[in-house]
C-alpha cells in the first residue's frame, strides 16, 4: 500500500489482516504467458528474496526451513531461464507458481524469527524513484550480503554453496560467500536485471531521507528482525549498491 507522507512522499506501508486472506484459489500459469521478461525476471527475484528474507533467521537449527529455501530458490533459478527462453513453457511456469507460494505460507517459517530487512531497505527506494519492486530487490539483495555476511559467517557459507554454486572453503568462508555474492550478480545479469543502483540513474543525493524512511517504517527503530540495521547501516549499504 502505498500512500503520501506528510512531506508529500510517497511511502510503501504493509497491510496484513485475516480478513482479506483468501479462502481458495487456482493459480493457472497460462495467465503468465504474457507477463513481459522484465516482470517475470524481477517477479523471479522477489520470489528469491522471500525465501532469504526467512532464510536468515537467528534461530539456531532450523533445517526444515533451510531444507525448504534451498530448494525454491534452486527451483526458481533454474525454471527463470526457461521462462525467458520460453515464455509458455507451462511446467517451467508451473514450478515457479508452486515456488512463490511456499515463503509466503507460515508453515515454512514457523516458529523462526524471520528477517525482511532487505524489503525494508528496498521499499523506500522503490517508492521515491518508481521502480520495479524485485528488480529493486536484486540490487539491495548483494549490497546486504556484502555489509551484514560477517555476522553469520557459516549461515552465508552455506547459502552461497548450497543456492549459488559457489565452493566451500573451509579455512576461509568469506571466500565462498564474496564467489557467491558474485555468483548471484551474475545471475541476474543473465536474466536482464541491474545490480547496481547507477545503471539505473540512481545517486547518492537522497539517500539520507530514503534511509530515514526505512528506519521510520521498521518496527523499534530498527531495520530487519534479524539485521536490526540502524540509519548509518542503511546508508552504507544503499552506497554499496551505487
Same mark, same amino acid.
Given at each position: 500500500?502505498?500512500?503520501?507522507?506528510?512531506?508529500?512522499?510517497?511511502?510503501?506501508?504493509?497491510?496484513?489482516?485475516?480478513?482479506?486472506?483468501?479462502?481458495?484459489?487456482?493459480? $493457472?500459469?497460462?495467465?503468465?504467458?504474457?507477463? %513481459?521478461?522484465?516482470? !517475470? &525476471?524481477?517477479?523471479? /527475484?522477489?520470489?528469491?528474496?522471500? *525465501?532469504?528474507?526467512?532464510?536468515?533467521?537467528?534461530?539456531?537449527?532450523?533445517?526444515?526451513?533451510?531444507?525448504?529455501?534451498?530448494?525454491?530458490?534452486?527451483?526458481?533459478?533454474? $525454471?527463470?531461464?526457461?521462462?525467458?527462453?520460453? %515464455?509458455?513453457?507451462? !511446467? &517451467?511456469?508451473?514450478? /515457479?507458481?508452486?515456488?512463490?507460494? *511456499?515463503?509466503?505460507?507460515?508453515?515454512?517459517?514457523?516458529?523462526?524469527?524471520?528477517?525482511?530487512?532487505?524489503?525494508?531497505?528496498?521499499?523506500?527506494?522503490?517508492?521515491?524513484?518508481?521502480?520495479?519492486?524485485?528488480?529493486?530487490?536484486?540490487?539491495?539483495?548483494? &549490497?546486504?550480503?556484502?555489509?551484514?555476511?560477517?555476522?553469520?559467517?557459516?549461515?552465508?557459507?552455506?547459502?552461497?554453496?548450497?543456492?549459488?554454486?559457489?565452493?566451500?572453503?573451509?579455512?576461509?568462508?568469506?571466500?565462498?560467500?564474496?564467489?557467491?555474492?558474485?555468483?548471484?550478480?551474475?545471475?541476474?545479469?543473465?536474466?536482464?536485471?541491474?545490480?547496481?543502483?547507477?545503471?539505473?540513474?540512481?545517486?547518492?543525493?537522497?539517500?539520507?531521507?530514503?534511509?530515514?524512511?526505512?528506519?521510520?517504517?521498521?518496527?523499534?527503530?530498527?531495520?530487519?528482525?534479524?539485521?536490526?540495521?540502524?540509519?548509518?547501516?542503511?546508508?552504507?549499504?544503499?552506497?554499496?549498491?551505487?
Amino acid at each position: 500500500m502505498v500512500v503520501n507522507d506528510e512531506g508529500g512522499f510517497e511511502v510503501k506501508h504493509s497491510f496484513f489482516a485475516e480478513e482479506i486472506k483468501f479462502d481458495f484459489c487456482i493459480i $493457472n500459469p497460462e495467465l503468465t504467458y504474457t507477463l %513481459p521478461a522484465k516482470q !517475470t &525476471a524481477s517477479g523471479a /527475484m522477489d520470489i528469491i528474496s522471500h *525465501y532469504m528474507e526467512s532464510y536468515f533467521t537467528s534461530t539456531k537449527d532450523a533445517e526444515m526451513l533451510m531444507g525448504i529455501a534451498e530448494t525454491g530458490i534452486n527451483v526458481i533459478k533454474k $525454471n527463470v531461464r526457461i521462462v525467458l527462453q520460453n %515464455p509458455q513453457d507451462y !511446467t &517451467a511456469r508451473s514450478n /515457479m507458481l508452486q515456488a512463490a507460494y *511456499y515463503p509466503m505460507d507460515g508453515a515454512m517459517y514457523a516458529g523462526t524469527v524471520s528477517d525482511w530487512a532487505v524489503h525494508g531497505i528496498e521499499n523506500p527506494m522503490t517508492v521515491t524513484y518508481r521502480s520495479t519492486h524485485g528488480l529493486m530487490l536484486g540490487i539491495m539483495t548483494p &549490497a546486504w550480503m556484502k555489509y551484514c555476511y560477517k555476522r553469520n559467517l557459516p549461515l552465508f557459507a552455506r547459502f552461497c554453496v548450497n543456492c549459488l554454486g559457489a565452493k566451500m572453503d573451509y579455512m576461509h568462508p568469506e571466500i565462498t560467500i564474496e564467489e557467491g555474492i558474485g555468483n548471484l550478480e551474475a545471475f541476474l545479469r543473465t536474466i536482464g536485471l541491474p545490480t547496481r543502483l547507477s545503471e539505473i540513474g540512481i545517486d547518492d543525493s537522497q539517500f539520507e531521507r530514503i534511509a530515514q524512511m526505512a528506519v521510520d517504517g521498521a518496527f523499534g527503530g530498527k531495520v530487519g528482525g534479524v539485521s536490526q540495521l540502524t540509519k548509518e547501516e542503511v546508508i552504507k549499504i544503499y552506497r554499496l549498491a551505487l
